[in-house]
């Protein structure tokens, strides 16, 4: 069963933009934009599982320069 799930994305200060053309290379990733707003950029990705969700954020999310944290959001309805 798909998962999806919104990943608030806090950035270090000057790279929202270089974060987020990042993240939208990750495969899974459906959306990305900066916002303003207690958190940077935000993400919507959906993954086969939430076993792929993990390994999405664990492995590739968290390996990005500029990220200095996250909140994921996943989606129940």
């Known amino acids: 069963m798909a998962v999806k799930a919104y990943i608030l994305i806090e950035a270090d200060p000057g790279t929202s933009r ?4 990042k ?3 990750i495969e ?6 900066v916002v303003t707003g207690p ?3 935000i ?8 076993r792929a969700l993990g390994d999405l ?9 500029g990220i200095a944290g ?3 959001d996943v989606v129940l309805d």
Do not use: M, P, R
């Open 43 to 50: 993400a919507v990705v959906e993954t086969n599982d939430a």
């Open 18 to 21: 270089d974060v987020a053309a």
């Open 70 to 72: 996250t909140i994921t």
């Open 39 to 41: 958190h940077d950029v």
């Open 57 to 65: 954020l664990i492995t590739k999310l968290q390996k990005i320069d």
């Open 28 to 33: 899974g990733v459906k959306f990305v934009s």
């Open 23 to 25: 993240v939208q290379k």
